[in-house]
């Protein structure tokens, strides 16, 4: 792939440029439904070459596309911290050997072919995917929790998010008996460091995405800007609003946490319209 990355990048331009995205479409849902199957499968016999049970194995729709799924919760039960991250890189190992093959027969074929067009559209979905969303373990797929057993850190986003709320609600806000979600100091530092990049990637991720897509389809982009708004932004305002004005902890100090929260997002609202 890397020798040819001068031809990679044509057939990018020709499969999800401007103009070209939407008559792509369909190979590419059809590309995504083939190689979840096949992911959703290394999780399964992943899990039962250990002795996990598999009790369940269908498919689902997700946003109105077919997408497949295996209970693999067996693994849960697994002794071995490494034969639960096996079953959890199993979908990731089986898209990669699928992408490396894909990648032999798009080398080997003729640009604009079927054949070529399905085969770079396997390579795109087995393979950039799998390493962007999959393997990431900023983002509560498998690479996650693969982390989360690597680290022996259970419930890793949560926790992680309760320490930053943690250090907010003591320095920022000076509340008085804040429990810390650990008092381990190495399992401390994982989660602020956890949560500080899980942070910065989703904001990171919510805009580069929504740009991307608003300007191949801009009606489309809005609405998944508006979803993903609601879902990771909106809602958390909302409780933030309700724990300002009911939170117990805030009795004798709610005016001032007002007072400080206005300020802060007074200061936020001043560094997106001043600095360029």
Known sequence: VVAEWVRISQSYESAMGPGAWLTNLPVLMAAFVL???????????ICKRFGGQVPEFGTMLLVL????????????????????IAVGA??????????????????NTFDGHLVNKLAFNV??????????????PLM?????????DLLEVPNLMQRSTQALQ????????????VEPPTTDASEAAILNVYG????????FLFFSITLYVMGQMFALGLILACWTAAMW?????????????????????????????????ALGLGLVGLVP
């Open 196 to 203: 500080v990049l899980a942070l910065v990637y989703r904001v």
């Open 166 to 177: 943690y250090h907010a609600k003591k320095y920022l806000y000076r509340l008085r008996n």
């Open 65 to 84: 596309v077919p997408a497949p799924y295996v209970d693999a919760s067996a693994a849960w039960a697994f002794s071995n911290k490494w034969q639960r």
């Open 233 to 265: 932004f909106i809602l958390p305002t909302f409780k933030f609003v309700h724990w300002l004005a009911t939170g117990p902890q805030l009795s004798e100090r709610r005016g001032r946490v007002i007072l400080t929260s206005l300020v802060l997002i």
């Open 140 to 148: 509560k797929f498998d690479g996650y929790y693969m982390l989360s």
């Open 123 to 136: 390579m795109l979905t087995s393979g950039i995917s799998t390493i962007i969303f999959n393997a990431n």
């Open 90 to 107: 199993g979908g990731m190992l089986f898209e990669l050997a699928v992408a490396a093959g894909a990648a032999l027969v798009w080398r």
């Open 35 to 45: 190689i979840k199957l096949i992911h959703e499968s290394g999780h399964g016999l």
